[in-house]
Nanobody
Framework: QLQLVESGGGLVQPGGSLRLSCAVS????????IGWFRQAPGKEREGVSC????????NYADSVKGRFTISRDNAKNTVYLQMNSLKPEDTAVYYC??????????????WGQGTQVSVSS
């Protein structure tokens, strides 16, 4: 059974950092594009970042460029999202996603259960 399990969320002060992890099981990470989405209360879900199956291409939402970095370790079947210089507006539930196409998409097939990130003083 294909599973994505996020971890690493929590409460952090503005300007702080967190690293989210997405551990995948039930499939080989090598063939999938992995993305991160987020949804804040009362707001629409938005794409945050994505990395293609080869890792050769990454993209980021304008709101996180220069602050967030996505990476993947296929040997560990894990994807990471390093989040620096966090702002209160980054507060949201963050979801890890996977798509068998190997390409970044706005509608990935598989979703994790989400992890809460709260940025507040």
């Amino acid at each position: 059974q294909l599973q994505l399990v996020e971890s690493g969320g929590g409460l952090v002060q503005p300007g702080g950092s967190l690293r989210l992890s997405c551990a995948v099981s039930g499939f080989t990470l090598d063939y999938y594009a992995i993305g991160w989405f987020r949804q804040a209360p009362g707001k629409e879900r938005e794409g945050v970042s994505c990395i293609t199956k080869s890792g050769g291409s990454t993209n980021y939402a304008d709101s996180v460029k220069g602050r967030f970095t996505i990476s993947r370790d296929n040997a560990k079947n894990t994807v990471y999202l390093q989040m620096n210089s966090l702002k209160p507006e980054d507060t949201a539930v963050y979801y890890c996603t996977a798509d068998r196409s190997g390409l970044c998409t706005i509608s990935p097939t598989y979703w994790g259960q989400g992890t809460q990130v709260s940025v507040s003083s």
